[in-house]
């Protein structure tokens, strides 16, 4: 539910700071980022503030001829260029030529943002063969607390 104007209509967006106020960011596929095999990279970053977040995000992979991913990993983490805990992160078994662009979700992870803030990192990593593949996609957050 949108949160109501001092005249009790519906406003139009939820102001900073307030419960259910959501932030994105993200990449599109033309500039996609390079992936080494075996190696996390950052896909994008998202700037909290203090407060409770319910953050999630999606990768797509883009490779090139002949690419083959044994598997793909998406993840959110403070930590730059770093797949975080078991449950931060999801890994998916391809091991066939990709044809089209698979999406891949993350978890939704709650992050406690202390005063000051934190940057969150969507990262992705992959172990492939033959050719190349890149990462894109975007991480939301939420505002629960």
Request: charge should be negative; hydrophobic fraction near 45%.
């Amino acid at each position: 539910m949108w949160p109501l104007d001092t005249k009790g209509s519906q406003a139009a967006s939820i102001p900073a700071g307030a419960l259910g106020e959501i932030l994105s960011a993200s990449v599109a596929v033309g500039s996609a980022v390079s992936l080494t095999t075996s190696t996390p990279a950052n896909v994008t970053s998202l700037a909290l503030t203090q407060g409770t977040w319910d953050v999630s995000g999606v990768v797509a992979y883009h490779g090139g001829s002949g690419t083959v991913p044994a598997w793909v990993a998406q993840g959110l983490n403070t930590t730059s260029a770093t797949l975080g805990a078991v449950g931060s992160y999801a890994l998916d078994y391809l091991a066939v030529v990709i044809p089209t662009d698979p999406g891949c979700v993350t978890p939704v992870v709650r992050i406690v943002v202390p005063a000051g803030g934190v940057t969150i990192y969507l990262v992705a990593e992959s172990s492939f063969t033959v050719s190349t593949l890149a990462a894109y996609g975007f991480v939301r957050a939420a505002r629960v607390g």
